[in-house]
């Protein structure tokens, strides 16, 4: 059962006339982890900007848990969607401490309640002993620990996630990347994941979109993307040839249906 449609959905930049959307549509089906690929201008962190709310579509519909978001006439503020966001830019409060910043948005809970899920959470992304320090203290790949923890605190049923690993040193990347997709599942929470790295889908992701020019390509496991692509662009981009040269035949074999050989 889907959770979040995304239905028909355009949008330009104001002032230009090419579409950075075109009639975009998928689901994102309840408790999966979504993954958005594809090269830079493809429309992916738009996407996710318009799921959200922070920016408009001219045309379409988005629907989360049967509740309509987005449609003519109607925009559902930010603050009031239950949504969980990532940004790229990260987007902490400077003048807050790490432990200020995973609380802010468990208004919800006791003010007691609310520190002990801020640790939680800290502890999951390995800072805890940073909860007393502020974000100009940390290095990039810690203020983008904070930032998860930050989303994910108020367990919300959706989050979406903008290249959430990306500063992370190569050390640390493959550790958060699986404690963030248990703390997901754990939660029974859905994510939409907007990455350009293609192993990094793989691993997290149940299913991939595909984008190219606002529009996807082609939605599917990885294993379905890598051995049937439906499009030229689909199979340069994933490197279908190159991957499959390199796998052996028993490897493939005994391959796990939702992996992709090699990976």
Known sequence: MSILRVENVSAQIKGEVALVLDSLSFEVLNGEIFALIGPSGSGKTTTLRIIAGFEQPFQGRIVLDGRVLEHLGVHVPPERRGIGFVFQDLALFPHLSVMANVTFGLTRLSRDRRKIRAMEMLETVQLADKA???????????????????????????????????????????????????????ERMTAVLVTH???????????????????????????????????????????????????????????????????
């Open 132 to 186: 007393d320090r502020h974000p100009h203290e940390l290095s990039g790949g810690e203020q983008q620990r904070v930032a998860l923890a930050r989303a994910m605190a108020p367990s919300p049923r959706l989050i979406l996630l903008d290249e959430p690993f990306a500063n992370l040193d190569p050390s640390l990347r493959d550790d958060v990347r699986g404690r963030v997709r248990e703390i997901v599942k754990a």
């Open 197 to 263: 790295d293609h192993a990094e889908a793989i691993i997290i992701a149940e299913r991939i979109g595909v984008m190219r020019d606002g529009s996807l390509e082609q939605i599917g496991v990885p294993r379905e993307l890598y051995e049937s692509p439906q499009t030229p662009f689909v199979s340069e981009f994933l490197g279908r040839n190159s991957i499959f040269t390199t796998v052996k035949p028993e490897a493939s074999a005994d391959a796990d249906d939702g992996a992709v050989p090699g990976s």
